[in-house]
């Protein structure tokens, strides 16, 4: 019994957890796109 709500429990967050992992990964992607961006603009100005 102890072990099924245990289990339950672990799912649920890791369901969490993952969700989270992924928006982070997704502004991650995101800021290194607008940074790659913004380098090529300044060496284009150079």
Do not use: P, V
Not at 9 to 19: G, L
Not at 22 to 41: F, G, P, T, V
């Amino acid at each position: 019994m102890l072990l099924n709500f245990l289990d339950k429990k672990w799912i649920i967050f890791f369901i969490f957890f993952a969700n989270y992992l992924e928006k982070q990964s997704m502004n991650l992607l995101k800021i290194m796109k607008i940074y790659s961006i913004k380098r090529r603009r300044d060496q284009t100005n150079l």
